[in-house]
């Protein structure tokens, strides 16, 4: 009896070569949580101008540091990290722990469909393990090198936000006038040699610089601005957050005056 | 002939640094015999951190709390694991570097254990609440200075050490070519690596310049940080194979790193493990200043 070679499935064969698609890393990175920290501001050239934004730092997930322990199931193996106690004593130190599930819609890309929980951290393939790259930190990599480019507005996006929504409180006066103290210290530095080409070019960009801290901190340009399609929340955490008295019963309308008229009194206090 | 071999196995463009061997990041311990693998340090605001406050002669005085804190090191095993087949060993044997001897293997390990610290520090270090820099922005002399002053301002002890990424060092070199003044970067001389090794770029300000390729990027920037003595921490724990396990046991010389060697004839290979156990944290937020700027 010959045998059926009829019976014999074909299965598709992988068509990717996996090797080429991954990111050339010898090693993956880790998870990990953005936070901000009270005092921690920059004045950034914005799309807008000059804007005050929070400094956003990275916490990695990564066992061994700051107290970060590996959790491993019954049969000993690892199963991912406990950062729990150390993200208690950051948040002790003032630290304000974004979480992960944060992102708001202009920060998130719409090639696909957001998914439950999605939030601003995306993992990549690498060969060394997965390479955990915020959202708006795009991997640029060919065979051997790997690199990020940042898309800034994406990023100044997911800054405003963090006020806009109360995550963050607009800075304290004083953290802005620090701020601005240590770029007039610099423009002074550079000022006693501007007679040379260099440094007078040096002067001209801190002296631009420090007039937008100026005109930022005093017209409030701390993140989005409140416009009245703002919801009633945010104008309320605003207030709050600028220490200003509202009663929570006034309608949006109300309370978007009262923030404007703030902004307005500041920017003439300033001028 | 299509190619010839030469005798020699050149060695890869590495990134060949430790900072754990400058002296800058704090030795706390060894977790060995403590029964957990977790060290919390204690630390006390002592040592004139108070100081006396004016008082009429028979005012009741208020009480002044001793201010206190802490923080933990959890220490979290580290390893790296290769196989050498049999064939390898036949073949690569005798060759200068040979890739497959026990103790170049175990040596290239104590250098991977150093690579893996520097990125624990790294880690560490991007978590700075005071920074100076600007985002998008190269790094400057200026960011040199404000640093300094931070650091300086907060009356942090020195010495003081830098750990930069490569990226930085170069924009802070390009910054430098424009600098006048008396302030010198002192570019490290043999001399100089052979005290604070590979990774050392130089001294400016009074500060030891490292880099690091480890240095953590986020938001398109570089975290780099400056910092005194006493920021950063790190405890070890020493592991010791209990005895008749087997195998080979290699300690390299002046590392907590430990090299088993073990033989699976059943597979024709030998496997060295390279094992430690290790942890860094920031000690004290106060003591270092985060330099971030552009990629």
Known sequence: ?271 | MAAALTKEVAVLLTHNASIRRTGYIKFRGDVAGTLSDTMQVRQVGLGGADSFVSATEIQDLGYTQITDSSFNLAVTRYTLQRAVSDIARITGAGVPMDPTDPFVLAEDMALGYEECFNGLVATAGATATSNVGTSGVDMSADDAYDAVYTLEIASVPGPWFADIAPRQTADLQESLRGETGPAQFIQATQDMLNIKGQGFVGRFLNVDWFHDANITTAGGNREGFMAGYGAIEYATGTMTPLVGSGGVVIAPAGSPVVVEIIRDGKTGLTIPIGTAFVAVSVAEQARMVGIVTDA
């Open chain 1, 1 to 271: 009896m010959s045998k059926d070679y009829s019976a014999i499935a074909a299965a598709p064969a992988d068509q990717q070569s996996s090797g080429q698609t991954l990111i050339p890393l010898a090693k993956g990175t880790p998870n990990f949580h953005i936070m901000c920290h009270p005092t921690a501001w920059e004045c950034v050239e914005t799309d807008r101008g000059y804007e005050w934004l929070p400094r956003l730092k990275v916490f990695q997930e990564r066992a061994g540091v700051n107290g970060v322990k590996e959790v491993s199931n019954s049969r000993g193996e690892v199963i991912g990290v406990d950062s729990a106690m150390s993200r208690t004593r950051l948040t002790d130190q003032g630290w304000i722990i974004v979480p992960r599930d944060f992102c708001p819609d202009e920060v998130m890309d719409f090639d696909s469909p957001r998914l439950p929980g999605q939030g601003y951290v995306v993992a990549y393939k690498g060969r060394g393990g997965w390479v955990h790259l915020a959202r708006w930190d795009k991997p640029v990599y060919d065979e051997k090198s790997f690199e990020t480019k940042t898309n800034r507005a994406q990023l100044w996006a997911f800054q405003r936000a963090l006020i806009a929504k109360g995550l963050v409180k607009p800075p304290a006066e004083r953290v802005v006038e620090r701020e601005m103290r240590i770029k007039r210290r610099r423009l002074e530095r550079n000022a006693t040699k501007s007679h040379l080409p260099n440094f007078a070019h040096r002067v001209q960009v801190v002296k631009a610089e420090i007039e937008g801290m100026q005109i930022a901190a005093s017209a409030q340009r701390f993140g989005e601005p409140l416009t009245a399609a703002s919801l009633k929340s945010e104008v309320m955490a605003r207030l709050q957050a600028l220490e200003i008295a509202f009663d929570p019963s006034e309608s949006k309308k109300d309370l978007l005056s009262k923030y404007e008229a703030h902004v307005a009194a500041s920017a003439k206090a300033a001028s």
